[in-house]
């Protein structure tokens, strides 16, 4: 099925995104924690391509076999970083060769130790390129593109980010992924903005669970999602981890919960290759019952 029918369905489209493990361990442990996922019948799964190329060779490893054990429709996320037109034609064309069904279109973050993201030579500048090559060269793929409800950290203002958003999608993107967010009102508010400016097709949330105060602090610091008061303080009242993962999962819940009751198309866990956080939340708003 096109990733256009899937959001066009009665039901919440569910995605999850992994990340190619580092070890052999991660790798073993990764299968079983997505057959448990797979219990929520998703209708796709993504996994990220490497920022400093360490792990980009194993994407589509990794995509190959979860598509292989698990029947589900699969994506790989794919950078400009470090890559001339023709090393994207080159994965793009493997990727196609492989049955990857959809592709995660992005610019891409620059590699450790450096502070803004270059052009490689004979390479491409901004995601908007990216799908018109692959609308232009491999039209097969779906194509999925990020969006920022907190506005993306290099860009201009909030309004010129989402004329850049509206770009990527007038080139043939087929969904909109946002970025992580705990204040779903930032989401609703960039919703009611995209619609505005007639980007029609689905913005899916991003959703990744806090289950512990540590966590807290890294995921702040990694992308600049702002963390509602409520947050910090349901997960500071108690140094019991078990304590902080249920209110860390209780307010996913809640979440989730408010993003399905005003319309969102789809959602999209970045489940870290485990579980046991996104099945809990999907158990408790009956998901498995739904699918
Ligand atoms: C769902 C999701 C998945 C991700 N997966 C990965 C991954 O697998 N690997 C990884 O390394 N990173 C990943 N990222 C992070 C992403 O690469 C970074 O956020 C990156 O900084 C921007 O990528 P982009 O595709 O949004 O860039 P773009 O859409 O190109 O935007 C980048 C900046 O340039 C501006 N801009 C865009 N187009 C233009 C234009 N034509 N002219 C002028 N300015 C423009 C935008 O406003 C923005 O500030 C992901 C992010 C999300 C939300």
Do not use: W
């Amino acid at each position: 099925m096109s990733l256009q029918d899937f959001f066009k369905q009665d039901k919440l489209t569910i995605s999850f995104e992994l990340f190619p493990p580092k070890t052999e361990a991660g790798e073993n442990s990764l299968y079983e924690h997505v057959a448990r996922l797979m219990e929520f019948s998703p209708e796709f799964i993504t996994c990220t391509y490497g920022a400093g190329g360490s792990t980009r060779g194993k994407t589509l490893e990794i995509i190959e076999k979860v598509k292989s054990q698990f029947n589900v429709p699969v994506a790989s996320h794919l950078t400009l970083v470090g890559s001339s037109k023709d090393d994207l034609r080159g994965y793009l064309q493997k990727a196609a060769d492989q049955g990857v069904d959809y592709i995660v279109a992005l610019r891409g973050d620059p590699p450790k130790g450096e502070t803004a993201f270059t052009q490689a030579e004979g390479g491409l500048q901004y995601a908007n390129e990216l799908v018109e090559l692959i609308r232009a060269e491999f039209s097969d793929f779906g194509v999925l593109v990020a969006g920022y409800p907190e506005t993306h950290k290099d860009a201009v203002s909030p309004e010129i980010d989402l004329d850049n958003l509206k770009r990527k999608v007038d080139a043939g993107s087929d969904a909109v992924v946002t970025q992580l967010f705990y204040d779903n009102e930032d989401f609703y508010r960039f919703r009611d903005k995209c619609r505005a400016r007639k980007i029609d097709v689905p913005i899916v949330p991003g959703l990744l669970p806090v289950t512990s105060l540590k966590q807290i602090e890294k995921i702040t610091s990694m992308c600049g999602a702002k963390l509602p008061a409520k947050f910090t303080e349901a997960l500071s009242r108690s140094d019991d981890v078990e304590d902080q993962y249920k209110a860390g999962i209780e307010l996913a819940i809640e979440q989730t919960t408010d993003l399905i009751s005003r319309g969102v198309e789809g959602v999209h866990f970045y489940v870290l290759n485990k579980s046991e956080a996104t099945c809990d939340i999907l158990d408790a708003i009956n998901m498995k019952s739904v699918s």
